[in-house]
């Protein structure tokens, strides 16, 4: 996609979304943390449903640990992976407890070191949590970037590295969010809302 253009597309976005936000319920950063942890191949809402449930009960590092393997699986048990998703944050707790003094680290290194944590989790949370420039290509942004033209790809390693290196560094702080929405309610896998699409006439999937 020409630069131009690139520069067009997210200027639209920030206007029509001008301070784009997580879909995932969250009141701390360790709520985030769990959050994202439950979202691996599962929809938001399918986690808010489990969350708002289980933080009611538990939303520290020690209280999930008090809550046990058990409740905690059974509190998250609608969730797609739940029992090795609820393994890694009982693990998740004992190492921020032990290492972390209770907090969500701030490092990618730090991050990616936790149990179920890996570099798009890792990505969420740096940018979401802490404003740090990253992008954590899930599918919708993995799908939105080679469709479009915008990052072509063929692993999120690299989709994510094209995307550091095109989109304009005053649109970075947001433009995670706004390539995940435009993936899951416009760009979608099977019938996108090309016609409806204010980006269409940059899209080169809709030119041909």
Known sequence: MKK????????RFAACNPEPKTELNYRSPFELLVAVVLSAQS???????????????????????SLGLKKLKQAIQTIGLYNNKAKHIIETCQ?????????VPRTREALESLPGVGRKTANVLLNTLFGEQTIAVDTHIFRVANRT?????KTPL??????????PPRYLPHAHHWLVLHGRYVC???KPACETCLINDLCEFFAR
């Open 4 to 11: 131009q253009n690139v520069d067009e597309l997210f200027r």
């Open 43 to 65: 929809t938001d809402k399918s986690v808010n449903r489990a969350t708002s449930k289980l933080f009611a009960q538990a939303n520290t590092p020690e209280a999930l640990l």
């Open 188 to 190: 979608k896998a099977m």
């Open 158 to 167: 690299e989709v994510e590295k094209k995307l550091m290196a095109v989109v």
């Open 149 to 153: 033209g915008l990052a072509p790809g």
């Open 95 to 103: 190492l921020l407890i032990r290492h972390h003094d209770s907090q």
